[in-house]
């Protein structure tokens, strides 16, 4: 079955300062890769996602891009602001309708 | 429209003992899920249901069961609590390809 694996566990950046959280996953068959952020005490919140059809997807400060060859995508947040301290999750699946694979989680720390 | 809603938000058990976390959503999804979430593991599939009257095993359904007697609402059951099941639960509902997650549930088995 998939796996993902997610990088780094913890994360701290100064604010104003871009950050970067990788996944790799294991099935070549996954198209759909959303990333999910979760707020103390709250359940993760699906924040971007991206289709297999696409290199990148841009929404505001938020991307993420995806390569297929290597089997990896990546969350890019810039200009960071303190309100983006959160627990962040990727995952991945056969398609939309199918079950989600997450990985283990970013604890993101935005320093002012 | 309160999405999705869990209770309760926390419970003490003893090992052996039982008890059931309740998923409600108004938004009248098909798909819903449980899942638990443990530190450095993310979150973890436990069962899954795609309508009424019908359920599915996930990734770690051992020691759970389940039910979708109604729409609304999925039920997730602990029939003899373990330590390992020490975990936050969070139920999820699903439209199209975006899962809507409650606030989770936090349980401490003794």
């Known amino acids: 079955g998939e796996n993902v694996e997610q990088h780094p566990s913890t994360l701290s950046v100064q604010e104003g300062d871009s950050a970067v959280i990788k996944c790799t996953y294991s099935d070549s068959a996954s198209n759909y890769f959303p990333w999910y952020k979760q707020e103390l005490g709250k359940g993760p919140q699906l924040i971007i996602d991206?289709?297999?059809?696409?290199g990148e997807k841009k929404d505001q400060r938020i991307a993420v891009t995806l390569n297929k060859t290597a089997k990896h995508f990546s969350l890019h947040i810039t200009e960071t602001q303190p309100e983006d301290s959160a627990v962040y999750f990727c995952?991945?699946?056969?398609?939309?309708?199918?079950?989600?694979?997450f990985g283990q989680g970013t604890r993101l720390t935005i320093n002012p | 429209n309160a999405g999705v809603t869990q209770t309760p938000k926390f419970r003490v058990l003893k090992t052996g003992q039982s008890m059931t976390l309740l998923c409600a959503q108004d938004?009248?999804?098909?798909?819903m899920y449980w899942y638990r979430q443990d530190p450095g593991m993310g979150l973890r599939l436990i069962h899954y249901?795609?309508?009424?009257?019908?359920?599915a095993k996930g990734e770690v359904p051992d020691g759970y069961n389940v039910s979708r007697l109604k729409k609304q609402n999925f039920l997730l059951g602990l029939e003899s609590a373990a330590p390992s099941q020490t975990s936050v639960y969070f139920c999820a509902s699903r439209v199209q390809e975006t899962q809507y997650f409650g606030p989770g549930t936090r349980l401490l088995v003794l």
């Open positions: 938004m009248n999804h098909e798909y």
């Open positions: 249901s795609v309508g009424e009257g019908t359920t």
């Open positions: 995952a991945a699946s056969l398609s939309p309708a199918q079950k989600l694979v």
């Open positions: 991206i289709r297999s059809n696409v």
